[in-house]
């Protein structure tokens, strides 16, 4: 219950705060805020949120060892627990190793290979897609 008041409390202030900005006119504007989304969809702001990813996931996988090695001492964790090594083991491999290996790949300096679709002029099944339909009401498309 006291998490919920909390939680509570914060939507409340984060609310007023919003408010109180917007009466002073403080608030970012909308180019302040689509140019932050354009940095962060270049490759610099790709390698700054993957490596950042990569920190937490890390800092979680350390504390989460600690926390099963408490566990491990007071006795309340055995052997034959495999829920907690199956989560360390995601901690590890999947969250911190995918987020590690993306942001090592983003920065190889390497395009991707078509940012606006298949290379070979092929849909997503394999079909070679009708090209004489050209607008968007049908006229033109062959029987």
């Known amino acids: 219950m006291a998490n919920q008041i909390q939680l509570e409390v914060f939507i409340g202030l984060f609310v007023a705060l ?10 970012p504007s ?3 805020i689509s140019d932050l989304s354009a940095t962060l969809n270049s490759r610099g702001g790709n390698i700054l949120v993957l490596g950042s990813m990569a920190v937490f996931f890390f800092m979680i996988a350390v504390r989460f060892t600690y926390y099963v090695m408490s566990l491990s001492i007071n006795g ?29 790949k983003a920065m190889t300096g390497e395009d991707p290979p078509n940012k606006n679709g298949p290379v070979t002029g092929r849909d997503a ?6 090209v004489t339909n050209s607008s968007p009401t049908g006229a033109g498309k062959t029987p």
């Open 76 to 104: 309340k964790l055995d052997a034959s627990d495999s829920i907690a090594m199956a989560a360390f083991t995601w901690i590890t491999g999947s969250a911190f190793g995918g987020a590690f290996t993306s942001m090592v």
């Open 125 to 130: 099944i394999g079909e070679i897609p009708n």
């Open 30 to 32: 909308i180019k302040t």
């Open 18 to 27: 919003l408010a109180v900005m917007q009466w002073f006119n403080k608030l």
